[in-house]
Every structure is written in C-alpha cells, then in structure tokens.
C-alpha cells in the first residue's frame, strides 16, 4: 500500500503560481505512474498531469496549455506541479494518485487506472 501526503495548496491571485508537492510512501514504487487530478463539486474529477517514476515520462490535460509542469525527485520520494499563470478556472481540489498497472497515452487520464489516493489538497485562484 502507498501512502500519498499532497502539500502546497492555497489562495493565489490570477496569474499567480503555486507549487503542490506530493510525498509517497509505503513500498517501492519505482515502476508506477504518478498522477495530478483535479476534482470540483459536481464535476467529474479530471486528469491534469503525470509522470513516470522510472523514465520521466510524462502526460498534461489539454487545458494545461504549457503553463503547469510535473516533474519528480526520486530521492525525497516526491512529486510536484508547478502551476503557472493561474485562472480561476483552476481552482479545485487537487489530488496525486499512484497507478501500479500499465500507464500510456491512451490510459493515463482515466481515474479508474489509479490505486492509491492522496487526501486531496484546495487550490483557489481568486479574480
């Protein structure tokens, strides 16, 4: 079982940036992929980024446009997003997730495809 901790959340100004972090723990997961999603009341929760583990290999939602990275440190066991240029479309709850299955371009974006969840952390992006 991995265990995932998302920090880094808060209120910012459109156009602002955040970074989230994501710390897992539990077992060895050097093989799985790495996911952001995003979740607003009502809605469906959405795929935003993800990243590899082993390889970098990463994926954006179409709404990313550029402005958000994902990226890893494999030593501190973490995932960020780095979150530019924010709309107050953004504004969500965002949550990691960790996929033990195979992960490509045709899967990565289906929430049923992860296994483990993080808590979920509020991102408001004011006008």
């Known amino acids: 079982q991995v265990q995932l901790v998302e920090s880094g959340g808060g209120l910012v100004q459109a156009g602002g940036s955040l970074r989230l972090s994501c710390v897992a723990s539990g077992r060895s997961f050097a093989s799985y992929f790495m996911g952001w999603f995003r979740e607003v009341t009502g809605k469906e929760r959405e795929f935003v980024s993800g990243?590899?583990?082993?390889?970098?290999?990463?994926y954006y939602g179409d709404f990313v446009k550029g402005r958000f990275t994902t990226s890893r440190d494999n030593a501190r066991n973490t995932v960020y997003l780095q979150m530019n240029k924010l709309e107050p479309e953004n504004t969500a709850v965002y949550y990691c997730a960790v996929a033990r299955g195979i992960i490509n371009s045709q899967n990565h974006a289906d929430a049923r495809e992860y296994d483990s969840w993080g808590q979920g952390i509020q991102v408001t992006v004011s006008s």
């Open positions: 990243i590899r583990w082993s390889g970098g290999t990463t």
